[in-house]
């Protein structure tokens, strides 16, 4: 989906630059220590008896059929021919097929969500960014003879949280979706736009090529979905870091809200300056909107709160992995993420063993949650049992 969400929906995976810890200092994390590195005891996951198990087996019926894993294959057919269960069917599934793995070490959880976004049919007052297609060839874009060099990232903004979100613009463009051009944001800006899909407001534009993709209302209630379609080939640079650095913002509030009610109170010159700092531009085409969740980079809807995006040199698609995030570093912050999710999407933010992006849904609230997660991280894979397991017992009662 980043697209990540086409990725978009690569990630909001970080819109903000850590702080100091939201959490109380009581709040402990799994030690992998006293976990085997491999084992069925569910007993040793903490917090595990007060999962939602048929929330997580819903998710793993959704997103199961993109798994390549002969295992997992057989278990997906198993669990979506298991009709109706109950809670403790549910449990059971994942107690009786799956085995626990321990990751070692610990990372960073973020979140992205897919942003829902005013637009107009036409350039009016603050609606005045337009929403490019993908260029021609014979295009200004693609031909320029004045280009600008590709940025260098900063190393220090290597980590910065905005790139979370950005999951889906992040993303490596797909084989259909090369880079377009060698201009930079700033330069893209000055071109003509007779061929714009839509009009926005230049900050909700800048939010909405982190994120990859999202859904636009136009003025006559009309939805359209707009689909990453590729990109201009330059680096992402986060602006997070920079705007706390320049006093623009505090360093523990720059939230993705926070950064975008900056650009919006600072309409204009400054808010251009700021968004120019990232030389990267995103090109869309429109569809349909089918009221669907936006679908990941493995192709599936990503269920809100149980799809991760990952580092598919370390995960597959379709796997299945407890996560057991403490210690936010955003104020604001949800004390503590623990639940099993699936894989189902990736971002070029997202990179190591020990890390993940959670899609926490679609619209405004879940653009807030998104932003503020920012999380030490541990994960325990579940891996399928080689052994045939017998799926009989697992439905609910008087056969439901």
Known sequence: MRRRVAGMMASLALLSAPAAHAQSPEVVLIDPTTIPASTNDFSSLEGWSQEDHLAALAAFREGCGVSKDLGLARLCRAARGLGNVDEAGARQFFESHFRLSALDGEGVLT???????????AAQG??????RPRPAKSSAAVESSDPIGALALDPNLADDPIGAALAAADVSPPAS??????????QINTLPADDALAWMR??????????????LVFEDGAR??????????QPFVGVARPMARQGLLKPDNVSGGSIQRWLSDHAGPEAEAV???????????????DGREPAGAAGAPLPP?????VDPAYHAYGEMIWLDAAAPTLAGAQTRYRRLTIALDTGGAIKGRVRADLYVGSGSDAGAEAGRVRHTLRMVQLLPITEDAAVAGLRGPAGR
């Open 111 to 121: 979140g992205y969500f897919a942003p829902v976004f005013e637009a107009r049919r």
């Open 126 to 131: 603050a609606f005045s960014a337009p929403v």
């Open 177 to 186: 979706n090369p880079p377009v051009g060698t201009l930079s944001r700033a």
């Open 202 to 215: 230049p900050e909700d534009l800048f939010f909405l090529q982190i994120q990859g993709s999202g859904v």
């Open 224 to 233: 359209a979905k707009a689909l990453y379609a590729g990109d201009n080939g």
């Open 275 to 289: 968004m120019n700092l990232n030389p990267r531009y995103v090109y869309f085409r429109l569809a349909a909107a």
């Open 305 to 309: 709160g149980r799809a991760i995006a």
